[in-house]
C-alpha cells in the first residue's frame, strides 16, 4: 500500500526550514528517502530502521517512528540546490531477508526562491 | 562509489518492435536489483525484483512476457520490453541493492532510460 507524503507542495526561501512526512497504514521495517529534480533518476539520502532512529546527513535529518509508522524529513537553512521532488519509500521484510523492492509515495514538490 | 549505470539513456522505437535496457552496478555487486517505471509528474512504480541466477519475481499486474528481466551475473540486469506499445512509453529505472549494515539494504538508482513508441 503506498505511503501518504504530506505535504504535496511547498515554497520556500532560501535559509528557510522544511518537514516533509510520510505515514503508513501497514508496518514497516524502514522508511528510504529520496530527492528527484526533474528528468533524472532519484538520488539516495537515507535509510531509517526499526528502532525510531534518526539519521542525519548535512542539514537534512529524519526520524523514523515505527509504532506510529511516521517518518519525517527535515530540512533546515534550506539551499537552492535542494528543490526537487522527495519521495519516501517503504519496504517490508519478508522472512527471507534480503533486499526488498520500495513502495514510493506521491512525493513533496519542494521549490526553494532566493 | 554505488554508482549505477543504464543504457540507453533514451530510446525511441515503433510499435511492434522489442527494446532491450541495460542495468549496470559499476563499483559494487548486487545480488538483487530493481526495475521501476515512472509516468510524467508521477510516482515510481515497483515492476519487478531482479535476482542474480534466478527468475526475475514480478509485480502485480505486470505482465512478465511483456517485460522480460534476466539477471546474468552480479553487476548486470537486463529488461526487454517485447512487442512494445505507445501505452509502454515511459521513464523506466532500475536500481541496485547494496548491504548497508544492520540488516538494511540501500538502492541505487540508475540514471533512467526514457522510452517513446510510436
Known amino acids: 500500500q503506498q505511503p501518504v507524503q504530506s505535504p504535496q507542495a511547498v515554497i520556500l526561501r532560501e535559509g528557510e526550514d522544511a518537514v516533509i512526512n510520510c505515514s503508513s497504514s501497514k508496518a514497516l521495517y524502514s522508511v528510504h528517502w529520496y530527492r528527484q529534480k526533474h528528468g533524472e533518476a532519484p538520488v539516495f539520502l537515507m535509510i531509517?530502521?526499526?528502532?525510531?532512529e534518526q539519521k542525519g546527513h548535512e542539514k537534512i535529518s529524519a526520524s523514523f517512528n515505527e509504532k506510529k509508522q511516521q517518518s519525517s524529513l527535515y530540512l533546515t537553512a534550506s539551499q537552492l540546490s535542494y528543490s526537487g521532488t522527495y519521495f519516501c519509500?517503504?519496504?517490508?521484510?519478508?522472512?527471507?531477508?534480503?533486499?526488498?523492492?520500495?513502495?514510493f509515495g506521491k512525493g513533496t514538490h519542494l521549490i526553494i526562491q532566493p | 562509489g554505488a554508482v549505477v549505470s543504464q543504457h540507453p539513456s533514451w530510446v525511441i522505437c515503433k510499435s511492434g518492435t522489442s527494446v532491450k535496457i541495460e542495468c549496470r552496478s559499476l563499483d559494487f555487486q548486487a545480488t538483487t536489483m530493481f526495475w521501476y517505471r515512472q509516468f510524467p509528474k508521477q510516482s515510481l512504480m515497483l515492476m519487478a525484483t531482479?535476482?542474480?541466477?534466478?527468475?526475475?519475481?514480478?509485480e502485480q499486474g505486470v505482465e512478465k512476457d511483456k517485460f522480460l528481466i534476466n539477471h546474468a551475473s552480479l553487476t548486470l540486469s537486463t529488461l526487454t520490453v517485447t512487442s512494445a506499445h505507445p501505452e509502454d512509453s515511459s521513464f523506466y529505472i532500475c536500481s541496485a541493492s547494496s548491504f548497508g549494515g544492520r540488516g538494511s539494504y540501500e538502492q541505487y538508482f540508475g540514471p533512467g532510460t526514457r522510452l517513446t513508441v510510436t
Open positions: 519509500g517503504t519496504e517490508k521484510k519478508y522472512s527471507g531477508g534480503g533486499a526488498d523492492g520500495l513502495t
Open positions: 531509517l530502521l526499526k528502532g525510531g
Open positions: 531482479s535476482n542474480e541466477g534466478s527468475k526475475a519475481t514480478y
